[in-house]
C-alpha cells in the first residue's frame, strides 16, 4: 500500500513557475515508477511526466522543455518543476505511484 500527498499547487500567472511536491509513504517507494498526470475540465486524465526508479524520465509533448520531473528517494519524494506555464496549464495535477496509486490532486491555475 502506498499513500500519496500532493502539495505545492496554487495560482500563478501566465509565464510564472509552480513546484509540485508529492511525499509517498512505504518502503517501496525507491524502486517504482513515479508519474505526475492532470486533468482539466471536461477533458480526460492526461499524463505530464514519468521517472523510473532509475531516473528515467519522459515528457508529454506539450509540457517538454518547460516542465522537469525528479525524485529524491531519500525523502519518498517526487516533484514536478513547472515553468513558463500557459493558461493551457490549467488542471487539477495528480500524482501516481506505477499507475495504481494515487493522491488527492492539487489545483493548478495559469491566470493573468
Known amino acids: 500500500q502506498v499513500q500519496l500527498v500532493e502539495s505545492g499547487g496554487g495560482l500563478v500567472q501566465p509565464g510564472g513557475s509552480l513546484r509540485l511536491s508529492c511525499l509517498a509513504s512505504g518502503r517501496i517507494f525507491s524502486i517504482i515508477a513515479m508519474a505526475w498526470y492532470r486533468q482539466a475540465p471536461g477533458k480526460q486524465r492526461e499524463l505530464v511526466a514519468r521517472i523510473t526508479s532509475g531516473g528515467s524520465t519522459n515528457y508529454a509533448d506539450s509540457v517538454k522543455g518547460r516542465f522537469t520531473i525528479s525524485r529524491d528517494n531519500a525523502k519518498n519524494t517526487v516533484y514536478l518543476q513547472m515553468n513558463s506555464l500557459k493558461p493551457e496549464d490549467t488542471a487539477v495535477y495528480y500524482c501516481?505511484?506505477?499507475?495504481?496509486?494515487w493522491g488527492q490532486g492539487t489545483q493548478v491555475t495559469v491566470s493573468s
Open positions: 501516481s505511484a506505477i499507475d495504481l496509486y
